[in-house]
């Protein structure tokens, strides 16, 4: 049916790619989601909604790719907008939120693939992990924001410490 492809594809793409290349791990991943999207949108067509948050996603990575093989150039200078955001920061979250939007668009795509196939179960977990993921990101935007105001308050520590938590607590069936 194609969720073979996609869970190889989210496991290149988000646990795979914690190294220096990550960013071709990730591309390969998409790939890998690209082929099961394309598989599972003959089953439902509401899977068809989540291609362009995976490309814009493919071409973050893309240029990180380039910024990582063309280390040497500097672009934060002249890419600068208004002398606050650089143009790395600017696709870094373009790239979270992008990557949240594509959440939201595949649980809910398989949320209503489990309503047609009257698999109530799953159904209601993709809802709930619509819920989960809302609750991470709310969570990265707020540690992101806060370290950059103060950078010495919250640590990677206290990053491990509440995602173990959050992770114990929240997504028990």
């Known amino acids: 049916m194609g969720f073979g492809l996609l869970v190889i594809g989210y496991f290149l793409s988000t646990l795979m790619s914690n190294h ?14 690209f082929l099961a999207l394309g598989k599972l949108w003959e089953y439902k067509h509401s899977f068809k909604r989540c291609l362009w948050p995976l490309v814009l996603m493919t071409l973050c990575q893309a240029y990180a790719g380039f910024r990582h093989l063309f280390a040497e150039i500097v672009t934060e200078d002249a890419f600068a907008l208004f002398g606050v955001l650089r143009i790395d920061d600017l696709i870094t979250t ?32 993709a809802r709930r992990n619509s819920f989960i993921v809302g609750a991470y990101f709310l969570f990265n935007i707020t540690v992101t924001a806060v370290k950059k105001i103060c950078t010495d308050c919250i640590t990677d520590g206290f990053n491990a410490v509440f995602l173990t938590f959050f992770c114990h607590f929240f997504t028990k069936s």
């Open 94 to 125: 373009v790239f979270v939120t992008v990557l949240m939007v594509f959440h939201f668009l595949l649980l809910s795509s398989i949320r209503e693939l489990a309503l047609d196939v009257e698999d109530d179960a799953v159904a209601t977990l």
């Open 20 to 33: 220096a290349y990550g960013w071709a791990t990730q591309i390969v991943g998409f790939y890998f989601i």
